[in-house]
T-cell receptor
Framework: QQQVKQSPQSLIVQKGGISIINCAYE??????FPWYQQFPGKGPALLIA?????SEKKEGRFTISFNKSAKQFSLHIMDSQPGDSATYFC??????????FGTGTSLTVIP | DSGVTQTPKHLITATGQRVTLRCSPR?????VYWYQQSLDQGLQFLIQ???????AKGNILERFSAQQFPDLHSELNLSSLELGDSALYFC?????????????FGDGTRLSIL
């Protein structure tokens, strides 16, 4: 059973556009929600993370929106650039320090 | 460069065999995490060690085991290998035991079972 559901599986965006990736979860014991960026041949790299007591967190062009009541969170990439083309994973951690990852979104930004 | 070193980069072996994957965390990091990434299962958390002690356990099979040594490097042992164990295995490290601290991932070991 997938604990964290991520969509879409793939996304194509024009340069300068907004990329939006969504995740949903069921387990209310999750208390930390990171997003990772992964380039081919590399390990995932932490992009941005949020705790459930905050509804939004912004770091540069990357924003996490968190809706605790709906158990959903999303990553917004503003002014998307070709260099942002990568696979993005959302994740959630429970109070037992176990991590659950979404299935990933392959983002392609077209010049 | 994340500072996390994983060896070997590639490993090819046969079913039924046993392999050991090695991870050296970033200098100063006390915590090590192991993950498995496969096409059908995605990225799965296996296990976490903090300063030599097991801290959290995920979807790790009984055929798999890990340990963290006094010098803080870690090894993931996979035994009685099956075709389905073919995957990328990642190690990550963080400074503390709680994972609010950023995890820094290595570039992985690609395991192929023939």
């Amino acid at each position: 059973q997938q604990q964290v559901k991520q969509s879409p599986q793939s996304l194509i965006v024009q340069k300068g556009g907004i990329s939006i990736i969504n995740c949903a979860y069921e387990n209310t014991a999750f208390d930390y929600f990171p997003w990772y960026q992964q380039f081919p041949g590399k390990g995932p790299a932490l992009l941005i993370a949020i705790r459930p007591d905050v509804s939004e967190k912004k770091e540069g062009r990357f924003t996490i929106s968190f809706n605790k009541s709906a158990k959903q969170f999303s990553l917004h990439i503003m002014d998307s650039q070709p260099g942002d083309s990568a696979t993005y994973f959302c994740a959630a951690r429970n109070t037992g320090n176990q991590f659950y990852f979404g299935t990933g979104t392959s983002l392609t930004v077209i010049p | 460069d994340s500072g996390v070193t994983q060896t070997p980069k590639h490993l090819i072996t046969a079913t039924g065999q046993r392999v050991t994957l090695r991870c050296s965390p970033r200098s100063g990091d006390l915590s090590v995490y192991w993950y498995q990434q496969s096409l059908d299962q995605g990225l799965q958390f296996l296990i976490q060690y903090y300063n030599g002690e097991e801290r959290a356990k995920g979807n790790i099979l009984e055929r798999f085991s890990a340990q963290q040594f006094p010098d803080l490097h870690s090894e993931l042992n996979l035994s009685s290998l099956e075709l389905g164990d073919s995957a990328l295995y990642f190690c990550a490290s963080s400074s503390q035991g709680t994972s609010n601290q950023p995890q820094h991932f290595g570039d992985g070991t690609r395991l192929s079972i023939l």
